[in-house]
Nanobody, 114 residues
Framework: QVHLVESGGGLVQPGGSLRLSCATSGSLFSIRAVGWYRQAPGKGRELVAQITGGGRSNYTDSVKGRFTISRDNAKKTAYLQMNSLKPEDTSVYYC????????WGQGTQVTVSS
C-alpha cells in the first residue's frame, strides 16, 4: 500500500534551519495534496502546511513566513523548509494526504534547543 517516510529532522539551535523530506510510494502522488503535520508530547496533531497538486500552499499562522512547503513530483517527494526555528517548533513531524489520510509514517523528530 502507500508508504510515507519522513526524514531530515534533528537537533538545531533557535534561529536555525532544517529541511524535512517526505518520500512516498504512491503512483498518484502528483494529483494529491500533501500536508505536513506535527505532534508535540501531550499535544494533538496539528496541520502546519499544505500544498495542492497544483502547487498552491497554505500555512498555519504560527509558521507563516518561516516555513515553506514544496514538492517534486518526479521524485514523489514533498519537502518542508523550516527557517528561524523556535523552541516551540519542537515536535515530531509527519506528512500525509489531508483529503484522504493513509497510514502514518514514523515521523521525524525536530528539536530546537540551545
Amino acid at each position: 500500500q502507500v508508504h510515507l517516510v519522513e526524514s531530515g529532522g534533528g537537533l538545531v539551535q533557535p534561529g536555525g534551519s532544517l529541511r524535512l523530506s517526505c518520500a512516498t510510494s504512491g503512483s498518484l502522488f502528483s494529483i494529491r495534496a500533501v500536508g505536513w503535520y506535527r505532534q508535540a508530547p501531550g499535544k494533538g496533531r496539528e496541520l502546519v502546511a499544505q500544498i495542492t497538486g497544483g502547487g498552491r500552499s497554505n500555512y498555519t499562522d504560527s509558521v507563516k513566513g518561516r516555513f515553506t512547503i514544496s514538492r517534486d513530483n518526479a521524485k514523489k517527494t514533498a519537502y518542508l523548509q523550516m527557517n528561524s526555528l523556535k523552541p516551540e517548533d519542537t515536535s515530531v513531524y509527519y506528512c500525509n494526504y489531508p483529503f484522504r489520510l493513509v497510514d502514518w509514517g514514523q515521523g521525524t523528530q525536530v528539536t530546537v534547543s540551545s
